[in-house]
């Protein structure tokens, strides 16, 4: 059984917020769990290529954008799934963060931070 607390995990600044590592592939479940916290007004172009995820809204508000601009409110109590690679825009509202859990298939190892620039993916 693993048991961890917030105080106690890795704590990754990500780019545009912070990110805590619950759950990595060390601890060998093949997933991983994180706490991400996107800072507010923030703007973030991301893509997957090795991890599908899926994020809770658990605080705040914004929106992920897809490559086509269709945009999807992110409030608390919604999921989003990257279930294909998705390249999007992770947005967090002007006036609040946006806290969000979030799964990755497989695991990631733990210490991965974006590269963010408007007109290329971050990507890991």
Known sequence: MIIRDLESVKTVDWGN???RRFLVESDGLGYSVTDTVVR????S??????HLESCYCIEGSG??????GTSYPIIPGR?????Q???HFLVASPHEDLR???????AL??????RLDDHVSSMY
């Open 63 to 68: 929106e992920v954008i897809d490559m086509d």
């Open 109 to 114: 190892q733990g210490d991965e931070r974006h």
């Open 85 to 87: 690679y998705d390249a």
């Open 100 to 106: 969000l859990v979030c799964v990755f298939s497989p």
């Open 79 to 83: 999921l989003y799934s990257l279930d």
């Open 17 to 19: 917020g912070t990110s």
């Open 45 to 50: 172009r991301l893509e997957y290529r090795n």
């Open 40 to 43: 507010a007004g923030t703007k």
